[in-house]
C-alpha cells in the first residue's frame, strides 16, 4: 500500500488547551513495499503518525492518501474495507486475558471475516496449523492453548507481533515492537516482522526506540522531533550528527552503538589486582 502524507497537522482529542500538536505539517510518502523506521525522542509524534495513517485519527490539517484514496471523504462501508486491509499493533496488545493465545492470534484474520465466521472462530479456532506456525516464527509455538494473562509481558508483545503473519493486511503498522523484549528476542522479532512484510508484498512502518536495531535493519529512516520531520534518509546516510541532533536533550534514549561513520570508543584498560 502506498502512503501520502501532506502537511499533516493532528491532536489528540484529549490534549490539554493550548497543548503543541502532536503532529505538525508533516509531509511523508511511503511506496507499496518499503520498510520504514521511525525514530526520535519520547514525545515527538511516533504513535500518533502511526495512529494517523491508520485512519484512527482523523487531521486538523493537511492530507492522507492511502492507494491514492482520501480515507475520510470515503462511504463508511469503504472505509471500514480499507481499515481491513491496515494492521496496526499498540505497543501493549489489547488482548483479552482468559483468551488462549491461538485464538488471539487468529484474530489477526478477523478483518476478513464476516459477522457469523468471526463468532465461531473466537469459540472454535478454525486454523490452528496456521497459529502454530505464526506463533513459531516468533519462538512461541509451546504458548499454542495457554491462556493470555498466563504470558509474559514480552510474550504477551510476540502474540501481538503474530497476528500480523495472520491479518489481510497489505499496510503493516506496528508500535515500538521491542519495548518489552531482550535484545536476542528483539532481533529475532523485527527479523520476522521484516522478512513476514517481505514475504506478503506489505509496506512496513516500525516505531523504534532501538536506533542501532532501526540503523542496522531498515533501509529508510524517519526522524520526528517535535511532531515534525528531522530527516528522512536512508539507514546508511544517516550519521552522528543526524541522531545526536535528534536526540538533543533526550541523549539518554539514544542507545546501543554509534552509526558507521563513528570512531570506535576506547577500550577500557584492565584492572590490575596485586595479592598479597
Ligand atoms: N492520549 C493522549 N492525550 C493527549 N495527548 C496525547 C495523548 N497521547 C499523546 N499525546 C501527546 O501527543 C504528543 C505525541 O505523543 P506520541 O505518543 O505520538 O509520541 P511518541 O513519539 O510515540 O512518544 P513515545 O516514544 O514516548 O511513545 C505528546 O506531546 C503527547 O503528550
Given at each position: 500500500m502506498n502512503i501520502d502524507l501532506q502537511g499533516a497537522s493532528a491532536r489528540h482529542?484529549?490534549?490539554?488547551?493550548?497543548?503543541?500538536?502532536?503532529?505538525?505539517?508533516l509531509t511523508l510518502r511511503v511506496t507499496h513495499g518499503e520498510q520504514v523506521a521511525v525514530i526520535g525522542p519520547s514525545g515527538a509524534g511516533k504513535t500518533t503518525l502511526l495512529q494517523v495513517i491508520a485512519c484512527a485519527m482523523p487531521l486538523r490539517a493537511g492530507t492522507l492518501q492511502l492507494d491514492g484514496a482520501s480515507p475520510w471523504q470515503l462511504p463508511r462501508s469503504a472505509l471500514q474495507r480499507l481499515r481491513g486491509r491496515l494492521f496496526l499493533a499498540p505497543q501493549v496488545p489489547p488482548l483479552p486475558?482468559?483468551?488462549?493465545v491461538v485464538t488471539a492470534v487468529l484474530a489477526g484474520r478477523l478483518p476478513a471475516m464476516g459477522l457469523w465466521q468471526s463468532l465461531r472462530s473466537l469459540f472454535y479456532p478454525v486454523d490452528i496449523p496456521a497459529a502454530f506456525e505464526a506463533l513459531d516464527r516468533f519462538?512461541?509455538?509451546?504458548?499454542?492453548?495457554?491462556?493470555?494473562?498466563?504470558?509474559?509481558g514480552g510474550e504477551r508483545q510476540r502474540v501481538g507481533l503474530a497476528r500480523a503473519l495472520l491479518a489481510p493486511a497489505s499496510l503493516w503498522l506496528i508500535d515500538?515492537?521491542?519495548?518489552?523484549?531482550d535484545p536476542a528476542r528483539a532481533r529475532q522479532a523485527i527479523d520476522t516482522l521484516l522478512a513476514g512484510a517481505r514475504e506478503r508484498g506489505a509496506t512496513l512502518v516500525t516505531t523504534l526506540h532501538q536506533v542501532e536495531v532501526a540503523l542496522e535493519h531498515f533501509p529508510r529512516i524517519v526522524g520526528l522531533r517535535d511532531g515534525a520531520l528531522a530527516f528522512d534518509l536512508p539507514a546508511a546516510q544517516v550519521t552522528r550528527e543526524h541522531l545526536a541532533r535528534l536526540y538533543e536533550q533526550h541523549?539518554?534514549?539514544?542507545?546501543g552503538p554509534a552509526p558507521l561513520d563513528v570512531a570506535p570508543l576506547p577500550v577500557p584498560q584492565p584492572v590490575v589486582m596485586h595479592c598479597r
Open positions: 482529542p484529549a490534549a490539554r488547551p493550548g497543548a503543541a500538536p502532536a503532529l505538525k505539517g486475558p482468559r483468551q488462549r519462538d512461541l509455538a509451546d504458548k499454542l492453548f495457554e491462556r493470555v494473562d498466563r504470558l509474559s515500538e515492537p521491542l519495548s518489552a523484549l541523549e539518554d534514549e539514544l542507545h
